[in-house]
DNA sequence: CGTTAAGTTGACACGACTCAAAGGCGGTGG
DNA sequence: CCACCGCCTTTGAGTCGTGTCAACTTAACG
């Protein structure tokens, strides 16, 4: 579906994390390496998985290399919330270590690429690598920005305005790191996961939907987003993507 | 209000970001003196006043002292989104420079004290002080738990679990930090304020209110919350405050 | 084909919003 | 000291978004 350059240059090409990070920092060959070599003992996992339950101590840290996974919450109530996102280029768990167990779990919502990093591995690079560290904070700042960004949306708007905001929120995020086209996107979850997260019934989520795509917006079939409009989604969502923080890339070709 | 040890420990027992930072990371008398002395340049605040605008780039590193500011967003449809409380001890902007430009502002709810500590301070301890490094790391990532739990909490409760709720986390974050009772504590806050962190309107925000009080839960007055029972209003709000990581509080008196 | 998960539909109930206006309550100035 | 004023809180009435329940259709898979 996406255009993959030669392999002898897929490594640097392609690595999510790399591409993702290069919005957020200036990062140098020798980080590049660093970065990939992490990222080259990946694992499978199946559709449908926990790759870390609520309540346990955190052993790893988890980066999500392709696919996509959710972090959810379970509430006294029974309810599911799920609470964010973990797109290709994304860690699970960056430094949850030091609050000892998970608030939270993650799931995949789809047969995924996972990397898992020992802790030592992340405190060595912290130790050396001022560069990498910078950009691991970033990253972790973004993901905050992205939770108040959220929290505002789901607070304040109508439940179509926040499932465009979310479509909206994919589109730039997944494009970020290649794996998007300019207008259409591959979203693995159904329409009750959709719900869980916008914090509406299952009913309504699909009522939703239904309304964006008679009104020319949005249309979600077979997992695949497709946006008919860009524009004229964003507007509809009062999109503003700039708590992304993902423009302008800053990764221009470093002086040969 | 609150008892108050004599003036010559006042500095080491009172400090509310001390006496918070000791519910995550073991301190040594060293580091108390170094984040003391930190604290020593504060300002005094006037109630209504933002700290710091959408929008703008962070200057100083800011830590609330005295007093209470909440962070809000302005969305486009002209509405305000309070995302979240600063309670004495709370950093506002620990890290934020990195991203560049603040995606949210903050603003005081009453006459507050706030020290600005300026980034070259922070990059100093980030250096040489890996403990009070890693306290600060543990505040950011409860402050990360504590969005998810309001993201949760947010969508998929009505609005008067929410409102228990807040009051819940309130309770307790502020007993942390030594500044209320068992069951009571100051909440200079409005209404409105109180409704554009729910998410529902001031009329609603009112109602809930009345409910609450009528139930026996809670009472709101003179800008004074008053838990009834706080154990009923824990199981009302569904209320489990692991995600505030403040107990069993590790401070046990050092060696003498 | 039979079975199961996901998506779709209709009817009805209720929570929450809006608009609009009236009642405290704490200031400030005459 | 009282009158006035503005900000907050409280009320009432009518509307709309969203939830629930329950059934039905479609798609996916062996």
């Not at 990397?115 to 990498?132: F, M, S, Y």
């Not at 494009?175 to 996107?185: I, M, N, W, Y």
């Amino acid at each position: 579906m996406w255009p993959r350059p030669a392999m002898g240059a897929w490594c640097v090409m392609d690595n999510p994390l790399i591409r993702k990070l290069e919005f957020g920092a200036r990062l140098e060959t020798a980080d590049r390496a660093r970065l990939e070599e992490i990222c080259r003992r990946a694992r499978r996992v199946e559709a449908r998985t926990d790759l870390i339950e609520q309540g346990e101590p955190p052993s790893m840290v988890r980066l999500v290399l392709e696919g996509m996974a959710y972090r959810y919450k379970l509430l006294p109530n029974g309810r599911r919330s799920i609470v964010g996102f973990l797109l290709p280029g994304d860690f699970c768990d960056l430094h949850v270590a030091i609050l000892g167990r998970m608030d939270h779990a993650i799931a995949t919502a789809v047969t995924s690429t996972v990397v898992e990093i020992d802790r030592d591995t992340i405190e060595d690079i912290t130790r050396t690598e001022p560069r990498i560290t910078r950009a691991f904070w970033w990253a972790t700042l973004v993901d905050e920005a992205t939770l108040r960004e959220w929290l505002a949306s789901m607070g304040h708007r109508p439940a179509d305005k926040q499932m465009a905001h979310l479509f909206c929120e994919l589109l730039i995020r997944l494009q970020a790191v290649g794996r998007a086209s300019v207008d259409s996107f591959r979203l693995p979850v159904t329409q009750d996961e959709l719900a869980d997260t916008l914090g509406i019934s299952v009913v309504h989520a699909n009522r939703v939907l239904q309304q964006l795509r008679e009104d020319g917006l949005v249309t979600m079939r077979n997992r695949t987003v497709k946006i008919h409009d860009v524009g004229r989604l964003y507007a509809f969502a009062e999109f503003d993507p700039t708590y992304l923080h993902l423009a302008p890339p800053r990764n221009e070709p470093e002086a040969a």
